[in-house]
C-alpha cells in the first residue's frame, strides 16, 4: 500500500468500449488495489453528469489520485485536467488509460483478450497515479512585442491589429516597401476595389502607429530563446538588427504559378496569364487592345497549374477572379465574344452572383474533361483553342481567338532559408501547416510560431485578411496576460548524483539543458532551463548515472507501470 | 469539328429580340421535364443556338417547330432563362435563314 486514495473510472464510450470490453471486470479488477478507494464504470465518462459524479467523489473520498479508462490521451487530457482542477485535485495527479484506440478498437475478434488487455493497462494507470506528484507549472513572463513577418496585406493588417491591442510591432518585408501582391493590383472582385488603393489605406494606417517598427529588404535570420521570449536577428537594408519578441507571425504569402514554355501556347504572342492580363486590362483606357490590335474575342482556360499531378489543390481564387476580369471586358469590350473552358466552376459563396451575371452579359462557358485539356494552336498571326465540349455533347469546337487568358492559380513561395529559422513546417503541397484547420488554424506546432494569409494555401484577400486577424487574437491571447504558463512536465537533474559529464547536453534537441560550474574547484552540473524544455525525455536514457528525471514520467513511475503489466490476469 | 467564327448567328438572333440562352447553366432540368424531351429538346438546341452554329441549329429544325411552346421548362429554369421565347426567335431566325437545297 502506497497510502494513495485512488479513484478509478473505466468508461463504456456508448459501445465503443463495452462492447468488446468487459468493463464490469476492469472494474473488479481496479477494486483489488488497495490504494483504489473507488472504481466505477460510466456510460459516457467525458459527459458533463459523469464528471460532476467524479468531482464529489473526489470531495467525499478525499481521492488524491485519479485514473480514467477511455480513449485516447489526445482527446480528453485536458477534459480530465480541468475537471481534476475544478475539484481541487492537482491535475497532474490524474493519468488517462487509452482502451479504445489502443484496445477495444484494435481487438474486436477477441473479447476474452481485449478484456485481460484493458485490465492490465488500468494497473499500469494506477501504478501511474501512485507515483504521481502534485506539479505546478512554470511561469513565465512574456515579451510584449511580435514579429510579423510578409508585409502584403494580410501581415500589414495583422500588424496594425497587433499595434492596436497595445503591443510593439516589428514588421519585416522583403521587398522595396509593403503592399505584396495587392499592392500591384488594379479592381478586385467582388466589388471592383483598387488594390493600391487599399495598400495606400494600410500605408497610412501603419504610419500613424508609432508601435510598428518597419524594416524593408529585410529577412529574419536566427531564432532563439523560449516561449513568450524570443531572440531574432533580422537583415534589412544592409543592417543587423536584434529584437525580443513574444511571438511570430507568419504572412508571406504565395508566389504565381508561371506556366512552362508552350503550356497551352505560353510563350506565344496572345497567350497571356491570368495576372499579365489584369494588367493589360488596368492599363486599358477606352478600347480594349493587345499589341495594338482591338481584342474581339478571347478565350480563358481555367485549371492552369492547379489540380494536376504537380499542385493537386484548388487555387480558390482564380475562378472568381478570371470571371470578374471578364465582366470588365464586358464593361470596355460589350461585343468582344469571350470563352471560359473550365473543368469545375468554383464562384462560391456570393462571387456565384458574378458568374450569373457574366451568363447574362454574353460569356459562354464551355467545359473540358480532366484528361482532355484544351489544345492552343499558335499560328504566324492566329490563335485557334480547340476542345471537346461537355456540354456540346463532348462535341470538338474550335475557337479562333485574338487573346488566350491562362487563369494560372497560386503556388507555395520558395523560401528555404525562412523555414530554416523558424523550422516551419510545410506541407505536401509546400504551404505551411497549421495544427487543426478548424480549431486552431493559425498556430503551428513550433510554439510562438503562427501563419496566416496564403502561405498556409490559396486564400483571397479577404480571407488572408480575416486569418491575419485571427492571428492577432491568438498573438494577444498569449501575450497580453504578461506571463505564460508552460507545461510542468519537464526534466529535473538530481544535482547531487549528476558528474556534469555534459552527455545530456548533447542529446537535448531544444538546447535547453547546460553545464554550471559553482568555481572553487566544485564539479560542475546539468540545469536544465524549464521554459526551454519540452519534456521529449531525450536526455532520460542519455544521462550515465541516472541522475535526471522527467517530472510526470519519473523512472519510479515508470518501473511501476512495468510491474503492474507484468502482473498476470487470473481469469 | 465546328469552328465558332464571328459571323455566328448570335448576333442575328439579337437582332430579332432578347436571346439570352447564353444564360444556362447547362442544369439540365428543361430537358428532364420536357413532355417532348427529343434528344436536342430543348437543351442542347438552347446550347447550338447560344453557340451560334447555325448548321446544327438547321439541323434541328424539326425540334425547334415540334416545341408545344407549354413553358414548362421555363418556369423550372433555375436560371431564369426563358426558353419558349428563345423558341420563337429560332423559328423566325429559321424561316429568315431557310436551309438551302442542293
Known amino acids: 500500500m502506497s497510502g494513495r486514495r485512488i479513484g478509478v473510472y473505466v468508461c463504456h464510450c456508448g459501445g465503443n468500449i463495452s462492447d468488446y470490453v468487459d468493463v464490469d471486470a476492469v472494474v473488479a479488477a481496479a477494486r483489488e488495489d488497495p490504494d483504489v478507494v473507488v472504481a466505477r464504470d460510466a456510460m459516457f465518462t467525458c459527459s458533463d453528469l459523469t464528471q460532476s459524479e467524479i468531482i464529489s467523489d473526489i470531495g467525499e473520498h478525499g481521492l488524491d489520485g485519479l485514473v480514467v479508462a477511455s480513449c485516447s490521451p489526445k482527446l480528453h487530457t485536458f477534459t480530465f485536467r480541468e475537471m481534476a482542477k475544478r475539484a481541487g485535485l492537482n491535475p497532474y495527479e490524474y493519468t488517462q488509460v487509452n482502451i479504445r484506440e489502443q484496445c477495444s478498437w484494435t481487438h474486436t475478434d477477441d473479447h476474452e483478450g481485449a478484456t485481460r488487455k484493458a485490465i492490465s493497462l488500468v494497473r499500469a494507470g494506477i501504478a501511474n497515479t501512485k507515483g504521481s506528484a502534485p506539479l505546478q507549472p512554470t511561469q513565465v513572463t512574456t515579451t510584449q512585442r511580435a514579429l510579423v513577418v510578409g508585409g502584403g496585406v494580410t501581415g500589414m493588417r495583422a500588424a496594425i491589429g497587433l499595434a492596436d491591442t497595445g503591443l510593439e510591432v516589428v514588421l519585416v518585408e522583403s521587398q522595396d516597401e509593403l503592399g505584396g501582391w495587392v499592392g500591384t493590383f488594379g479592381p478586385m472582385f467582388p466589388h471592383g476595389t483598387v488594390g493600391k488603393d487599399l495598400v495606400a489605406r494600410l500605408r497610412e494606417d501603419i504610419g500613424r502607429r508609432p508601435s510598428i517598427t518597419v524594416l524593408t529588404r529585410g529577412r529574419v535570420t536566427s531564432r532563439a530563446g523560449t516561449y513568450g521570449n524570443y531572440q531574432v536577428g533580422v537583415d534589412a537594408d544592409g543592417a543587423h538588427h536584434d529584437f525580443e519578441v513574444g511571438q511570430v507571425v507568419v504572412a508571406t504569402g504565395f508566389s504565381a504559378y508561371e506556366p512552362g514554355p508552350g503550356e497551352h501556347g505560353y510563350g506565344a504572342p496572345g497567350v497571356l496569364t491570368l495576372v499579365q492580363f489584369q494588367e493589360l486590362l488596368d492599363r486599358t483606357e477606352g478600347r480594349l487592345a493587345y499589341q495594338g490590335r482591338s481584342v474581339e474575342s478571347l478565350a480563358y482556360i481555367y485549371c492552369v497549374g492547379s489540380r494536376g499531378p504537380e499542385h493537386a489543390y484548388c487555387s480558390r481564387y482564380c475562378c472568381s477572379a478570371a470571371v470578374h476580369a471578364s465582366l470588365r471586358v464586358a464593361d470596355v469590350a460589350p461585343t468582344a465574344r469571350q470563352y471560359h ?36 494552336e499558335t499560328g504566324t498571326d492566329s490563335l485557334t483553342v480547340r476542345l471537346h465540349d461537355l456540354l456540346s455533347a463532348g462535341e470538338e469546337l474550335a475557337l479562333p481567338v485574338d487573346l488566350v487568358v491562362l487563369v494560372t492559380g497560386m503556388v507555395p513561395r520558395q523560401q528555404d532559408d525562412l523555414v530554416g529559422v523558424l523550422k516551419l513546417p510545410v506541407g505536401q503541397d509546400g504551404f505551411f501547416n497549421e495544427i487543426h484547420p478548424k480549431l486552431r488554424p493559425v498556430e503551428t506546432v513550433v510554439d510562438g510560431v503562427n501563419i496566416c494569409g496564403a502561405c498556409q494555401g490559396p486564400k483571397t484577400s479577404a480571407e488572408s485578411i480575416a486569418s491575419g486577424l485571427a492571428a492577432v487574437t491568438q498573438v494577444a491571447a498569449v501575450l497580453k496576460r504578461g506571463t505564460a504558463d508552460l507545461d510542468p512536465q519537464v526534466a529535473t537533474v538530481l544535482a547531487e548524483q549528476c558528474t556534469g559529464c555534459g552527455d545530456c547536453t548533447s542529446a537535448c534537441p531544444f538546447g535547453a539543458i547546460s553545464l554550471f560550474g559553482s568555481g572553487n574547484g566544485a564539479k560542475a552540473v546539468a540545469r536544465v532551463d524549464a521554459a526551454g524544455c519540452k519534456g521529449c525525455g531525450a536526455c532520460v536514457p542519455a544521462c550515465p548515472v ?18 503492474a503489466l507484468a502482473m498476470e490476469v487470473a481469469r | 469539328m465546328t469552328t465558332l467564327t464571328p459571323s455566328l448567328i448570335g448576333p442575328e438572333l439579337a437582332a430579332l429580340g432578347d436571346f439570352d ?71 423566325r431566325w429559321l424561316l429568315e435563314h431557310p436551309r438551302r437545297l442542293n
Open chain 2, 21 to 91: 440562352a447564353q444564360a444556362c447553366m447547362n442544369c439540365g432540368i428543361c430537358t428532364a421535364i420536357c413532355p417532348l424531351s427529343t434528344d436536342v429538346l430543348p437543351r442542347r438546341l438552347m446550347r447550338y443556338a447560344a453557340l451560334g452554329m447555325a448548321e446544327r441549329v438547321r439541323q434541328e429544325e424539326e425540334a425547334v417547330f415540334s416545341c408545344l411552346l407549354c413553358r414548362s421548362c421555363e418556369e423550372n429554369c433555375p436560371a431564369g432563362v426563358h426558353i419558349t421565347e428563345n423558341v420563337r426567335l429560332l423559328r
Open chain 1, 546 to 563: 541516472d541522475a535526471i528525471d522527467l517530472a510526470g514520467y519519473t523512472d519510479h513511475q515508470v518501473r511501476g507501470m512495468i510491474d
Open chain 1, 341 to 376: 473552358l473550365y473543368r469545375d466552376m468554383r464562384t462560391y459563396g456570393r462571387n456565384e452572383e458574378m458568374f450569373t451575371e457574366s451568363r447574362r452579359r454574353g460569356s459562354l462557358y464551355m467545359k473540358f474533361a480532366d484528361d482532355d485539356p484544351p489544345v492552343v
